[in-house]
Nanobody, 121 residues
Framework: QVQLVQSGGGLVQPGGSLSLSCAASGNIFKIYDMGWYRQAPGKQRELVASISRGGTTNYADSVKGRFTISRDNAKNTTYLQMNSLKPEDTAVYYC???????????????WGQGTQVTVSS
C-alpha cells in the first residue's frame, strides 16, 4: 500500500503566501515524477507544477515566478511554496506521484487527499 498525505494550505489574503507538503509512504521502491494539480469549482483538474526525480521542474504559465516546487528524495516528500497568491489560485490542490512499489508491478500514479487553498480578502 502507498499513501500520499498532504499538509498545509488554508485561507490567505491576496498577495500572501502558503506552503503545501506531500509525503509518500508505504512499500515504495522508487518515486519518479512528483507534482501538484489543482481543481477549482466547475473546472477541470489542471497541472500546477511538476518535478522529476533529478530536480527538473515544470510550471503552468499562470504560476511561473510565483510558485516553487521542490522535493526531498530521502523523505519521499514534495513541497509547493506559493507566493503572491491571487484569488484565481483558489482551488483544491492535489499532489501526485508516479511510484514503483516493492512488488515491481509497474509504475502507477498515486494521489493525495486534496487540500483547500482559498485566496480572499
Amino acid at each position: 500500500q502507498v499513501q500520499l498525505v498532504q499538509s498545509g494550505g488554508g485561507l490567505v489574503q491576496p498577495g500572501g503566501s502558503l506552503s503545501l507538503s506531500c509525503a509518500a509512504s508505504g512499500n515504495i521502491f522508487k518515486i519518479y515524477d512528483m507534482g501538484w494539480y489543482r481543481q477549482a469549482p466547475g473546472k477541470q483538474r489542471e497541472l500546477v507544477a511538476s518535478i522529476s526525480r533529478g530536480g527538473t521542474t515544470n510550471y503552468a504559465d499562470s504560476v511561473k515566478g510565483r510558485f516553487t516546487i521542490s522535493r526531498d528524495n530521502a523523505k519521499n516528500t514534495t513541497y509547493l511554496q506559493m507566493n503572491s497568491l491571487k484569488p484565481e489560485d483558489t482551488a483544491v490542490y492535489y499532489c501526485n506521484a508516479r511510484i514503483i512499489t516493492t512488488t515491481f508491478t509497474g509504475a502507477l500514479d498515486y494521489w493525495g487527499q486534496g487540500t483547500q487553498v482559498t485566496v480572499s480578502s
